[in-house]
């Protein structure tokens, strides 16, 4: 989906404003917000790339305008909406009246460390030869599907050249929309940055964007 | 501590003063997010979605044991060990996982070296992908507009903005981490520090420096 998340150059946005001395949370919320989403990935009611899907689907106003825990939020929300984890009713008043759902896992405190310390690795076993070479010059497809993609449209179309092959990965665009994991394999692409992005970048920069087989043709 | 922990202390406390002092700052300004977020933890506890002690777990996780010290470490470790930077080149994922450091968002990790003509800087232009294992939560302003937006187009600016200016005959290298591949710039080992120990060097590699935001911190006092 063409949508605001998609930001790689846009020019409307200011400075960038590090802060000194950041903290790594600015209000005792944001922590909850964090350990609420993590937790609730274990229920296996979705994954990663649907929940970046969900985040990406909200209102552009509001994407642009909160802060990113806020943006983590309600897509949490939405995703427990979609799947009748919740009622609108219950999140406005907190107040339960069902039962919850069953869930794959609820991760207790004392599981957490390891659960957290395994991550969830997207590499599988390929059953196919790459097919495309380290070093052969490839084009990116003008893709623009309404659904998800991690193909950001500053990369859509263009040249570039195989740099390295990441693995055999799951694919995000099927895997969003629950049409399977789909797993290809995983390149990195170096573009020449004039090749993105014209006279307003500088030469002789590049830009290394890791695309997926289906998003490539030879050139 | 958790929130509903802050909360009741604060209310314990009957602390009219504390209220005042921080009037008009965060603390208020933030108020409805803290209720709305207590309401929406306490509700998926009732439905038996979550373990409120896990959360904690979490947050501590993050807070105090996963952070930027890990990145240093790694790459203490490779300014000073030939056959561990060699590892980190071929699986840095495994030789990361060495030190103990694995897991969520940097489960296919890849390093990437700054050379003299040669600089990295990472970004997620789609989301806020970042190496957690090895560099904890990332900061607010790498989720931010003005960096996704525009490190792939603009890098030398935007570095401008964090106050690295760059010469001019180097030539930056933009890593947009679209995928699960997670990259940990390695910066180059500072003039002045042969001898130091892996502790020492740790010490000076700052989060933005393997990030690409940023370059080692070498104080004048400990060049000598």
Known sequence: M????????????????????EPIFHAAWEERALAMTVAMGFAGKWNIDISRFARESLPPDFYLSKSYYQIWLAGLQSLMLERGMVSEKELETGKCEAPGLDVK????????????????????????????AIGEDVRTLNINPK???????????????????????????????????????????????QELFGQAAEQGNKIMVDCWGAYLEHA | MSDSKQHSKH??????????????????????????????????????????????????????????????????????????????????????????????????????????????????????????SVLGLPPVWYKSAPYRSRAVMEPRVVLSEFGLELPEEVRITVWDSTAEMRYLV????????????????????????????????VRMESKA
Not at chain 1, 2 to 21: A, F, I, R, T, Y
Not at chain 2, 203 to 216: F, Q
């Open chain 1, 105 to 132: 896992r609820v991760v207790s405190a004392g599981e957490m460390p390891a659960a957290l310390a395994a991550g969830a690795p997207v590499e599988r076993e390929a059953i196919v030869e790459p097919g495309f």
């Open chain 2, 186 to 217: 390695i910066p180059q080992r500072p003039d002045g520090t042969q001898g130091w120990s892996e502790e020492a060097l740790a010490e000076i590699v700052t989060r933005d420096s393997m990030i690409g935001t940023g370059l080692p911190l």
């Open chain 1, 147 to 193: 659904g998800h993609t991690r193909l950001p449209r500053y990369a859509r179309g263009k040249s570039g050249r195989i740099a390295a092959i990441q693995g055999y990965h799951v694919f995000p665009d099927s895997n969003a929309h629950g049409e399977g994991e789909n797993p290809q394999w995983l390149y990195c692409v170096c573009f020449e940055a």
């Open chain 2, 11 to 132: 209310h314990e406390n009957g602390d009219h003063d504390h209220d005042h002092s921080h009037a008009h700052t965060d603390h208020s300004h933030w108020s409805d997010m803290h209720l709305k977020v207590k309401t929406l933890e306490s509700l998926l506890v009732e439905k038996g979605y979550i373990d409120p002690a896990a959360l904690d777990v979490i947050v501590e996780t993050y807070e105090t044991k996963v952070g930027p010290r890990n990145g240093a470490a790694v790459v203490a470790r490779a300014w000073n060990d030939d056959a561990y930077l060699r590892r980190l080149r071929e699986n840095a994922t495994e030789a990361i996982a060495e030190l103990g450091f694995s897991g969520r968002q940097g489960e296919h990790m890849k390093i990437v070296e700054n050379t003299a003509d040669t600089h990295n800087m990472v970004v997620c232009t789609l989301c806020s992908c970042y190496p957690w």
């Open chain 1, 2 to 21: 063409n949508g605001l998340h998609d930001m790689g150059g846009m020019q409307c946005h200011g400075s960038v404003e590090p802060e000194s001395n």
